[in-house]
């Protein structure tokens, strides 16, 4: 059975951190791209980082970059997001992902953690 947990979402006040996790299990972790999506109210889900199986290259979205870093941990199935800077508009349900392409293609979506910035 594949599941992705996601955790550490919260309130946070502007300019703070916080360090999301999705732990996965029921697949090979280290074969799948991970990513992560946030989805805020009334708006699209949208790609926010994204990392190679190996971890060896990451994408980030313009708004993001300098402020998020996606990473991975394949002995420990886990992917996870450092976001600092914290901004209002970073308000959004977080949702990782994982991907893998090819004849055989498989995309899993976790059940998304709360992320609220706010003063």
């Known amino acids: 059975q594949v599941q992705l947990v996601e955790s550490g979402g919260g309130l946070v006040q502007p300019g703070g951190s916080l360090r999301l996790s999705c732990t996965a299990s029921?697949?090979?972790?280290?074969?799948?791209?991970m990513s992560w999506y946030r989805q805020a109210p009334g708006k699209e889900r949208e790609l926010v980082a994204g990392i190679t199986s190996a971890g060896g290259s990451t994408n980030y979205a313009d708004s993001v970059k300098g402020r998020f870093t996606i990473s991975r941990d394949n002995a420990k199935n886990t992917v996870y997001l450092q976001m600092n800077s914290l901004k209002p508009e970073d308000t959004a349900v977080y949702y990782c992902?994982?991907?893998?392409?090819?004849?055989?293609?498989?995309?899993?979506w976790g059940q998304g953690t709360q992320v609220t910035v706010s003063s």
């Open positions: 992902n994982a991907y893998k392409g090819g004849v055989w293609a498989r995309s899993y």
């Open positions: 029921g697949f090979i972790f280290s074969t799948y791209a």
